[in-house]
């Protein structure tokens, strides 16, 4: 059972920056990939960047490629993800997913969810 803790949301200006840090604990965390969603209200949940277990490999949604940058650090047991340039559109809860099958990159499919964490971005 792997538990997974996000920190780093607030509010910000547009034009901004934020980290977003996720900790994870309960399981070998080199296992897994892992990403990042978002949920806006009223709107499914997305996805928003991906990276492999090896951290070699990194995913992202188009909306954010070039602002966001996802990252992992597997002797802390940390993925984070530094968002610049952020727009009011990226106000969203973000959850960090955590999943050991190869397959599970962009869909929702992650075994393990954080609780997520607020960012909004004013005009």
């Known amino acids: 059972q792997v538990q997974l803790v996000e920190s780093g949301g607030g509010l910000v200006q547009a034009g901004g920056s934020l980290r977003l840090s996720c900790a994870a604990s309960g399981g070998i965390f080199s296992r897994y990939n892992m990403g990042w969603f978002r949920q806006a209200p009223g709107n499914e949940r997305e996805f928003v960047a991906a990276i492999r277990w090896s951290g070699g490999t990194t995913y992202y949604t188009d909306s954010v490629k070039g602002r966001f940058t996802i990252s992992r650090d597997n002797a802390k047991n940390t993925v984070s993800l530094q968002m610049n340039s952020l727009k009011p559109e990226d106000t969203a809860i973000y959850y960090c997913?955590?999943?050991?099958?190869?397959?599970?990159?962009?869909?929702?499919?992650?075994?393990?969810w954080g609780q997520g964490t607020q960012v909004t971005v004013s005009s």
């Open positions: 997913a955590a999943d050991s099958r190869y397959g599970v990159v962009r869909s929702p499919r992650y075994e393990y």
